[in-house]
């Protein structure tokens, strides 16, 4: 696989905001870089984060800094369930091989890629969950069920945060890049 690089843009779907995400594949893996622009909670958020996954969509690092302040987080994963927060080990997140950043619907790729789950077919897992902005990392239970499987014209899942008992369908494109997110985020651009 030769290297392919995307942008895409999204939106909150209530507050001023944006996000630019550009993501570039190859078979080694994937790496993420992505600015937040947003108004949350009645402040202004501008944040950095990098991301570093393995072929298999595991999370290798993250980097991630709330631009303006001296907030910033570091995590990194051996891809097995073994994690560090700011160079620390974190039994707490053992188990975890996937991350959930509260402020972008990428993090919803990873384990739609990592799991390549078939039509119908669910998966709950255990993911490395990092609420914006305290960044205080926690695990946190989840589940994501196969509606309509991945292929050249997207596919739908339904995704299930079962920590705080919140339902959404989201529809993806042919990479597993969020599209549309009811009431949360969408994409602006490309459509």
Not at 79 to 103: F, S, Y
Not at 173 to 190: A, C
């Amino acid at each position: 696989m030769s290297e392919v690089r995307r942008d895409i843009y999204w939106s909150p779907w209530q507050e001023p905001g944006a996000e630019h995400l550009r993501l570039t594949m190859d078979e080694d893996g994937a790496h993420a870089d992505g600015v937040i622009l947003r108004h949350k909670d009645g402040r202004d958020l501008r944040a950095h984060y990098r991301l570093e996954l393995d072929a298999a969509w595991c999370v290798k690092r993250l980097h991630f800094a709330l631009l303006g302040t001296e907030k910033g987080l570091h995590l990194e994963s051996d891809g097995q369930g073994t994690w560090t927060v700011n160079r620390e080990p974190a039994p707490v997140l053992t188990g975890c091989l996937d991350l959930d950043i509260e402020v972008t619907p990428f993090t919803n790729t990873l384990p739609l890629r990592r799991l390549g789950l078939e039509a119908e077919e669910s998966a709950e897992i255990r993911v490395a969950y990092v609420p914006v902005p305290t960044l205080e990392v926690r695990p946190v239970e989840q589940r994501y069920t196969c509606l309509a499987p991945l292929g050249a014209g997207g596919g739908r899942y339904r995704y299930e945060g079962l920590f705080r008992d919140f339902t959404a369908e989201l529809e993806v494109d042919s990479d597993g890049l969020v599209k549309d997110y009811p009431e949360t985020f969408r994409r602006i651009w490309p459509r």
